[in-house]
């Protein structure tokens, strides 16, 4: 079911009163009227329960304030980010952004994890704290130069980005014990569980000859690790002169 606040721009309002899945009118402040019979369904925020999955209930707004509210409820978040504003948080809680009408009455996928599953995966897969640290803050700078960048035209998509920052060391310490190469086994995983273009970033973003980063997303998380020293951003010699300190065969 899709949800959308009363209280949201008419313009929006319409584009989801015209989309043929199920739908629903948050009651959040006065409506535009004539919108009112487009709707099956007015609702109190407070009568909606958690929904076994998270498809099963989507919030379309272009208030961020309700993405908060739809993400604490355990719904998926569409941001219409019609105005193209940067996001308001560093860690982006939105399971998709649309930027145009035109995008907003195309069928969704949901293809990346949102941040609550992402942590997941780090929690399942035995990741320690002080490496969830460092990949948190290489997240963080990694999104801010997509979007960054996005308003220069770039073709980069930001939450890919965030969300590949934030699982590119998700085999480190695998990696560590087995003296296998950082980044393949993280790539399987990511795979395996349905994130291919993640894996791809985590798979990317080593120092290593034959695995250089090539898409903008690979490359934005690729520089953002080597900008970060723990959870501290340091730039990239003193980041690499850590690295080789804490790994002296590698030259």
């Known amino acids: 079911m899709l949800l959308v606040p009363s209280a949201s721009p008419g313009f929006l309002l319409e584009?989801?009163?015209?989309?043929?899945?199920?739908?629903?009118?948050?009651?959040?402040?006065?409506?535009?009227?004539?919108?009112?019979?487009?709707?099956?369904?007015?609702?109190?925020?407070?009568?909606?329960?958690?929904?076994?999955?998270?498809?099963?209930?989507v919030l379309v707004s272009a208030d961020y304030a309700w993405i908060r509210w739809a993400k604490g409820k355990g719904f998926r978040g569409v941001w219409a980010n019609f105005p193209r504003k940067r996001c308001p948080e560093l860690h982006p809680l939105h399971d998709l952004e649309v930027r145009t009408p035109h995008d907003l009455e195309r069928?969704?996928?949901?293809?990346?994890?949102?941040?609550?599953?992402?942590?997941?995966?780090?929690?399942?897969?035995?990741?320690?704290?002080?490496?969830?640290?460092?990949?948190?803050?290489?997240?963080?700078?990694?999104?801010?130069?997509?979007?960054?960048?996005?308003?220069?035209?770039?073709?980069?998509?930001?939450?890919?980005?965030?969300?590949?920052g934030l699982l590119h060391d998700l085999d480190k310490i695998w990696s560590i014990k087995e003296g296998n190469d950082h980044g393949e086994r993280a790539a399987e995983i990511l795979t395996k569980l349905g994130y291919p273009e993640l894996g791809e970033i985590a798979k990317r973003h080593v120092l290593h000859p034959e695995r250089l980063p090539r898409t903008w997303e690979e490359k934005l998380v690729f520089l953002a690790d080597k900008l970060v020293e723990g959870k501290e951003v340091v730039g990239i010699r003193r980041r690499l002169s850590a690295l080789l300190r804490r790994y002296p065969g590698f030259r």
């Open 15 to 57: 584009i989801v009163a015209r989309l043929p899945e199920p739908k629903a009118l948050l009651r959040a402040g006065r409506p535009d009227s004539p919108f009112l019979l487009s709707f099956p369904l007015i609702l109190d925020p407070e009568e909606i329960p958690r929904p076994g999955k998270k498809d099963d209930v």
């Open 107 to 164: 069928p969704w996928k949901f293809r990346l994890p949102d941040l609550e599953e992402s942590l997941g995966i780090l929690r399942d897969h035995g990741v320690p704290e002080n490496v969830v640290e460092h990949s948190a803050v290489v997240a963080a700078v990694a999104f801010a130069l997509a979007e960054r960048l996005r308003e220069k035209d770039v073709p980069v998509d930001p939450l890919l980005v965030h969300r590949g």
